[in-house]
Each structure stands twice: as structure tokens, then as C-alpha cells.
């Protein structure tokens, strides 16, 4: 897409030295052809990132924007021609595509943002669940000792405390043998 804009640009620089274009038939109106140089950008900018991802989508960067605007190349290259011999014409034009190119990038960068912040969000949100959780479990092990003096209350006595002072050793020393 991007050669064949450069190849109707230096066509249309070769007939605006012949003394101007007639105005074609079909010309493209302003406002379409703004939006055909937007969606143009944004197509050479995303082949740039990734051709092969693109036409496994259905995307086809040569034939895409003709296609959404039913147009063909012969037509986008008249009115190119016709509008860049009107400077006037083709600057506001252009300050158009820049303006709403800006736009769409300021967009995308507040969604980013947006969406940057809510994963923040959720990150720290399960951060305090799982602490929450570990929390519940210090309260359980306090309550282990309310679980114990019940135990202590059903055995016989003396077992518990015999239980606690061997819990600590798990073998037997040699030399006790």
C-alpha cells in the first residue's frame, strides 16, 4: 500500500507539472479521503508489525482499503492527483489525517492506561485475598490450642504433656541407649 501511495504521489507530481489535472468524474470527496489516508496509515503501520498475522485475518494490506471504500487504485490516483495540485486542498486534507491520527493514538493510550490500572487493580486485589487468607490461618492455629484443651479434657491424664515434650525430638540420641 505504502509503494503504490508513493508511486501515485510521484505520478500525480508529474502531472501537476503538465499545467493540472482535470477534475475526474469519480472524484473522492474530502471526507473520504481523509478517512482512506487514515485507514492507508494505519495498514502500512500495522503490516509494518506483522504481515503474516494480518493475512491469516482476512487483512490483505495491498487490496484492504480499496476494498472498504469500493474504490480502485485508478480512482484513488486521480483524486490524489487532482487534490495535491490544489495545495490548499491537499494541506487541509492531510492536517485532517494528522488531527484525527493524534486522536485515535491519544485514545488508545488513555484505554492502555485504563487497562494498565485495572490489572494493577486485580494484581492487588488477590494480593489482599491471599493475605487475608494467610490471616484466617494465624486465627486457626489459635484456636488449635482451644482444639488441644478439649483433647486434654477426653484423655487421660498426663498424655498431652508427654506428647508435647516428645514432639520436639524425633530421634533418640546414642548415647541414651
Same mark, same amino acid.
Do not use: C, H, R
Given at each position: $500500500?505504502? +509503494?503504490?501511495?508513493? @508511486?501515485?504521489?510521484i505520478c500525480t507530481l508529474f502531472l501537476t507539472a503538465c499545467g493540472g489535472p482535470e477534475k475526474p468524474k469519480n472524484l473522492i470527496s474530502k471526507?473520504? $479521503?481523509?478517512? @482512506?489516508l487514515i485507514d492507508a496509515k494505519i495498514v502500512?503501520?500495522?503490516?509494518?508489525?506483522? +504481515? +503474516?498475522? $494480518?493475512?491469516?485475518?482476512?487483512?490483505?494490506? #495491498?487490496?484492504?482499503?480499496?476494498? +472498504? /471504500?469500493? @474504490? #480502485?487504485?485508478?480512482q484513488f490516483a486521480e483524486s490524489n492527483a487532482y487534490y495535491t495540485y490544489y495545495v490548499k486542498d491537499y494541506e487541509e @486534507? /492531510?492536517? $485532517?489525517?494528522? #488531527?484525527?491520527l493524534e486522536e485515535l493514538k491519544a485514545k488508545y493510550k488513555e484505554l492502555q492506561e485504563t487497562e494498565r490500572k485495572e490489572k494493577e487493580k486485580k494484581h492487588k486485589d488477590s494480593l489482599d485475598a491471599i493475605l487475608k487468607k494467610r490471616d484466617s490461618i494465624k486465627f486457626s492455629r489459635v484456636s488449635d490450642s482451644l482444639v488441644l484443651t478439649k483433647i486434654n479434657d477426653t484423655l487421660p491424664e498426663g498424655v498431652i504433656p508427654e506428647l508435647i515434650e516428645s514432639e520436639g525430638k524425633l530421634i533418640t540420641p546414642v548415647s541414651e541407649k
Open positions: $500500500m505504502l +509503494k503504490q501511495f508513493f @508511486i501515485v504521489f471526507k473520504q $479521503m481523509v478517512n @482512506i502500512a503501520s500495522a503490516n509494518a508489525v506483522n +504481515k +503474516k498475522t $494480518m493475512e491469516e485475518n482476512g487483512v490483505f494490506p #495491498d487490496t484492504y482499503v480499496y476494498n +472498504k /471504500y469500493n @474504490i #480502485d487504485s485508478l @486534507i /492531510y492536517e $485532517m489525517v494528522k #488531527d484525527s
